[in-house]
């Protein structure tokens, strides 16, 4: 019986490791926080476009902000370098401005490694994956908040994982770096170099150190700098807040000092190349930093604010305010702690209106727009301080004190110029339920059934927050000038591409992509080689040899666009160009004739025209005098000017105004003008009277056209200027990665033109010269070839720096696991 009445026992019992779920290992625990963290912050920022309908979660045409757009043409040309489709490598491109240095805008541009996302997709949808870079790198920069609160206190996992998203939906993320991917980055860099200052306070993973820094710098420098410069005030903190001796704390600097110099050495090859193209640049006229107003300044503090223009972002959602406003109260925090961390915190933000440590966070440079990039520097901390009161258990009465607070500020600063409509749903919603949630949570101390609704509540307020005000701030932001959505539909950017395709011939002859242009780098974007292009690398002696010639510009000369002018075009070898077809989204594509990109010039050519006239600096770098350039009769008003010129029946007239602004009117059609954006702009056939009547209608106060503003071209005259410069020069012409060989016909001599700009770098198989901007050499009779090679400067160098760090990583890294091994 003893057996029977065990034997059903037995087999009802499963064994004990059945009886009831595993609890979740530490190993397994620890990922719950970053994932958590991930999922609110990049889910957040989704569900914001997806509330308004914007792509990729609405409509089906494109609608990208004049700023973001300038983004995926980069992208566009990384996924053709990939997939080898480039007409360039990583050193240099030949799509864009005649040729121009890649190696920097891919640090500045590309750096962000997410940024790589882009060439998994089909080249098509490019811009689906340059819009996923933000979510992701939001989520990444959340995750890795975390982990590094929860290497600066002990906590539950989840708690980290809600400051973790607070810190990622910050609201320099959501209004200041959500469309330019590459600042993204600073955001991940932050914690990265936190979770580095703690390894060195540790005294261990030295090697570990480098990696993260290098990582941080490969990332986005600029950003990175700023991230860097933090990185040093948290070190600064915690030397002060932890109990060292001052052996252990001379160790830690040490330790940090050669970690951030190995790992910045590391990004040498790319970093020294930026920098020096940098101070190559094409200047820009960035005004001094003017501090905004203090109630301007505070109001960028309140939850869900987004301020028009150059004004701080500085806001995290009202939990974490909250949190962090209790912290100073918290009694369980050491006062030598608290009194650190606000002083820190109370200091980094004063430096952001005090002129000379502005400069400092921006690398002693004048941020060209808004000043207050590093604005993520100081709520990260708030976050760091927030998630030090809430792990010490702050007192529902101090939550309760600081959400008073917050409200009282908010309605004292409700009449700030811009008061954001999302604030006061922000402050009074968002800050009800958080402090509720705070509460509860205190509650649950005593009833732990109250602290999954706690959980539910904060990771709910924090989404439903932060999702309200990135709407709020992508809405606010689209209405600003700079901002305008440029709608174009996938079916147009399809057919502009084939047609710019359909008669590419490089490097026989350059396809220009026509216009109007969807992006500043449409030549990036559709694989032509013609003038457009945006970088603010855009070299100073680009601009010196494009913008005589009449090409217009925008961004202080760091942005080209093209011109459709047959002289322009027969100097840079432009045989081809796409233009708008007759019906909606189509566009068609002709090739005409074009020299080679190589010409040489026998003899010195002086131009008869007036020097000072765009035409003349046309002839001169052709070669050959192909315009009439008449003198003009002015007449009208202000507002309305008429010019009046005589020039050969049949001839072609072009005009060229950079100062004017508004409407041009000839032979009954109206054309828009954009001041110096415009560039040369082509009127039309010259009728049978030989009379060239022009109206403007300009809204520039005070200006009018140059003395010159007409031309009139000899098409016949071109052509065979053309013929002749194709008949002597080069009969073949190979363009590699960032080579470029010509070979030329027997007895050339003189001088060979090459049809790009000397930007700095080029080596050539001679002496380079200058050519009114371009590239030349001197060729003694008799020489059958010529050839340039393109090398940024500062490349060598860098490799050099960068291959004594990685031998010191590897020795440090060798010598630690020798000695593990013999312990």
């Not at 480098?210 to 700023?226: E, Q, S």
């Not at 174009?488 to 242009?517: C, K, L, M």
Request: charged share 15%; with cysteine; net charge positive.
């Amino acid at each position: 019986m003893g057996i029977l009445a065990v034997e059903p026992a037995t087999q009802s019992s499963p064994p004990p490791d059945q009886d009831r779920p595993r609890p979740p290992s530490r190993r397994t625990t620890r990922f719950y926080g970053p994932l958590l963290a991930f999922l609110t912050a990049s889910g957040a920022f989704c569900a914001s476009w997806a509330a308004r309908g914007t792509f990729p979660f609405g409509h089906t045409g494109r609608a990208v902000n004049d700023q973001a757009n300038q983004y995926v043409p980069f992208h566009r040309a990384l996924w053709d370098l990939v997939h080898g489709r480039a007409a360039g490598d990583l050193l240099f491109t030949w799509r864009g401005g005649f040729g121009q240095q890649f190696l920097s805008d891919y640090h500045t541009y590309l750096g962000n490694p997410f940024s790589w996302l882009a060439v998994l997709v089909p080249r098509a949808h490019v811009d689906l994956a340059v819009f996923a870079v933000t979510p992701v790198t939001m989520g990444t920069a959340a995750a890795l908040m975390a982990v590094y609160l929860g290497r600066l206190h002990p906590g539950p996992w989840w708690q980290r994982g809600v400051l973790g998203a607070v810190y990622g939906l910050c609201g320099w993320a959501l209004s200041d770096a959500s469309y330019i991917p590459m600042w993204m980055w600073g955001l991940v860099a932050l914690p990265l170099l936190g979770i580095a200052v703690e390894w060195c306070l540790e005294e261990r993973r030295w090697p570990g150190v480098a990696l993260l820094v290098a990582l941080a710098w490969f990332g986005n420098f600029y950003t990175a700098m700023m991230a860097t410069m933090a990185a040093c005030v948290l070190l600064a903190v915690r030397l002060v807040v932890l109990d060292l001796t001052g052996a252990q704390r001379l160790r830690a600097v040490w330790r940090a000092g050669t970690g951030a110099a190995t790992g910045i050495l590391l990004t040498l090859p790319l970093l020294l190349p930026a920098f020096l193209s940098s101070g190559a640049a094409q200047p820009t006229g960035a005004a001094a930093f003017d501090p905004v107003r203090i109630e301007v300044f505070l109001t960028g503090m309140l939850p869900g604010t987004h301020l028009w223009g150059g004004r701080p972002r500085l806001y995290v959602a009202s939990l974490g305010l909250i949190l962090a406003g209790s912290f100073l109260l918290n009694a369980a925090i050491t006062r030598r702690t608290r009194l650190a961390w606000a002083a820190a915190a109370l200091l980094v933000v004063l430096s952001f209106q005090f002129p000379p440590t502005q400069y400092a966070w921006h690398g002693l440079a004048v941020p060209n727009g808004n000043p207050y990039r590093e604005a993520f520097v100081f709520s990260g901390m708030v976050v760091v301080i927030a998630w030090l009161s809430l792990a010490n258990r702050p007192r529902p009465l101090h939550l309760a004190l600081t959400a008073a607070l917050l409200v009282a500020a908010t309605f004292v600063l409700r009449h700030t110029d811009d008061f954001g409509g999302a604030t006061w749903p922000a402050v009074l919603g968002g800050g009800a339920v958080s402090l509720l949630a705070l509460v509860l949570l205190a509650l649950g101390e005593k009833h732990r059934v109250l602290v999954p609704v706690a959980a539910v509540l904060m990771v709910g307020v924090v989404f439903a927050e932060s999702t309200a005000a990135a709407a709020g701030a992508d809405a606010r932001r689209a209405r600003e000038r700079w901002a305008k959505p440029i709608a174009t539909s996938s079916e147009s950017i399809s057919n502009h591409f084939d047609a710019v395709r359909s008669v590419d011939g490089w490097p026989a002859y350059r396809t220009d992509s026509g216009g109007p242009q969807t992006s500043y780098n449409d030549a990036l974007a559709l694989r032509a080689e013609g003038p457009q292009y945006y970088s603010s690398y855009l070299p100073e002696a680009t601009y010196e040899a494009l913008e005589p010639l009449g090409y217009g510009y925008k961004n202080d000369g760091r942005t080209f666009f093209g011109a459709d002018n047959p002289v322009l075009d027969a100097i840079f070898s432009i045989g081809a160009r796409a233009e708008p077809g007759p019906e909606k989204n189509s566009w068609t594509a002709r090739t005409f004739p074009a020299p080679p990109l190589v010409t040489v010039r026998s003899a010195p050519y002086a131009s008869p025209n007036p020097p000072a006239s765009v035409y003349a600096h046309q002839e001169q770098v052709l070669g050959a005098t192909v315009y009439r350039v008449p003198p003009v009769a002015r007449g009208g008003t202000a507002a309305k000017q008429r010019y009046t010129a005589r020039c050969a029946p049949g001839s072609e007239a072009f005009w060229y105004s950079p100062r004017l602004y508004g409407t041009l009117s000839f032979a009954g059609i109206e054309r828009p003008l954009e001041d110096r954006t415009a560039g040369v702009r082509r009127l039309g056939e010259v009728p049978a009277s030989g009379r060239v009547d022009v109206t403007v209608r300009t809204r520039t106060r005070g200006a009018a056209a140059g003395a010159h503003p007409v031309g009139c071209l000899d098409r016949a005259a071109l052509a065979s200027t053309v013929g002749r410069l194709t008949a002597t020069g080069a009969t073949r012409v190979s363009a590699g990665g960032h080579t470029i060989e010509a070979t030329l016909p027997e007895e050339a001599s003189g001088t060979a033109v090459f049809a790009m700009t000397a930007v700095p770098g080029w080596q050539c198989s001679a002496p380079v010269k200058s050519f009114h901007g371009l590239v030349s050499l001197d060729i003694p009779q008799g020489t059958a070839a010529v050839s340039c090679t393109f090398r940024p400067k500062g490349l060598t160098p860098g490799l050099a720096g960068a291959t004594l760090a990685l031998l010191a990583v590897a020795s440090v890294t060798v010598t630690g696991l020798r000695r593990r091994r013999r312990t």
